[in-house]
């Protein structure tokens, strides 16, 4: 018997029950109390338990859809960092190309403001130098050619710090007509330690110009050696060499400035303009 019947039994049965009838009505309504009570207990007890499905099953949802959405959060955060990490690789392993002229001032074997040109290449963790200056002023000349190789590290801690070693020589030719045409050379070999930092002046902007500061310094030497008929006559001279720059530019385009001082020429600065390819 549903519940729907035991309250239509109910019905019939209490005015019988209220108007002195039978026993059998009594029964009839008790048995229809007894039955709606089980009946409503066992229907919310159904209801309760479809309830703790619904909820159970909501909280499992919510739980797989939390899971989900994190898991994917993870996954396009690993994609963007190997996206990231490849194109720092590919940007790393481009060949770089720049070309500088500047005015170097100084040194007391330079009798002049020397122009002077500078090529850098690097690719990877691989950078060379090559430069070239000429000073010449009421007969002397100076001529100096520079090669350097250095090894570039990446600072694990600051991506935009970097440290270098390297080794390198110039040649320098003077020349003095008034003290009777005496010319001869000195190379200067060199070894060296530095470190470089390069960062945007404003960030969160591309188009902001970018702060490059280096510096780098060591041993070095000097070898001397006269003309073609005294080759024999040569000496050795310990000394050091050092580069600072800093310079400042976006894109293509820097400025900078540099001192240091080279183990034959002596302190020397300069000013000048860079192009980067």
Not at 32 to 47: E, I
Not at 173 to 179: A, E, S
Not at 232 to 260: I, L, Q, S
């Amino acid at each position: 018997m549903n519940i729907r019947n035991t309250i239509k039994a109910a019905i019939v049965a209490l005015p019988l029950m209220f108007g002195h009838g039978s026993a059998a009505a009594q029964k009839i309504t008790h048995t229809a109390v007894k039955d709606t009570a089980r009946t409503t207990a066992v229907d919310t007890l159904k209801a309760m338990d479809n309830m703790a499905v619904d909820a159970r099953t909501f909280v499992m949802n919510k739980a797989d859809s939390v899971a989900k959405a994190k898991a994917d959060s993870v996954a396009r955060a690993a994609e963007d960092s190997i996206a990231i990490a490849k194109s720092e690789t590919v940007a790393s392993n481009r060949t770089k190309l720049a070309a500088d002229v500047s005015a170097v001032v100084g040194g007391t074997k330079m009798p002049g403001v020397a122009p002077k040109v500078h090529v850098a290449v690097e690719r990877g963790k691989n950078l060379i130098d090559v430069s070239a200056f000429h000073s010449a002023s009421g007969g002397k000349t100076t001529f100096m050619v520079d090669g350097q190789y250095s090894r570039l590290f990446q600072s694990k801690k600051n991506k935009n710090l970097q440290y270098s070693v390297g080794a390198g020589a110039s040649n320098t030719v003077l020349r003095d007509v008034p003290g009777g045409w005496d010319d001869y050379g000195v190379l200067s070999p060199r070894v060296t330690a530095g470190v470089r930092y390069k960062t945007a002046l404003k960030k969160g902007s591309k188009n902001a110009p970018n702060l490059s500061l280096k510096a780098e310094a060591g041993p070095a030497a000097n070898i001397k050696f006269v003309a073609q008929t005294h080759a024999d006559d040569r000496k050795f001279k310990p000394g050091f060499y050092m580069n600072t720059e800093a310079a400042v530019g976006k894109k293509h385009w820097e400025g900078f400035v540099n001192a240091g001082h080279h183990p034959y020429v002596g302190f020397n600065g300069g000013v000048g303009v860079r192009y980067k390819f």
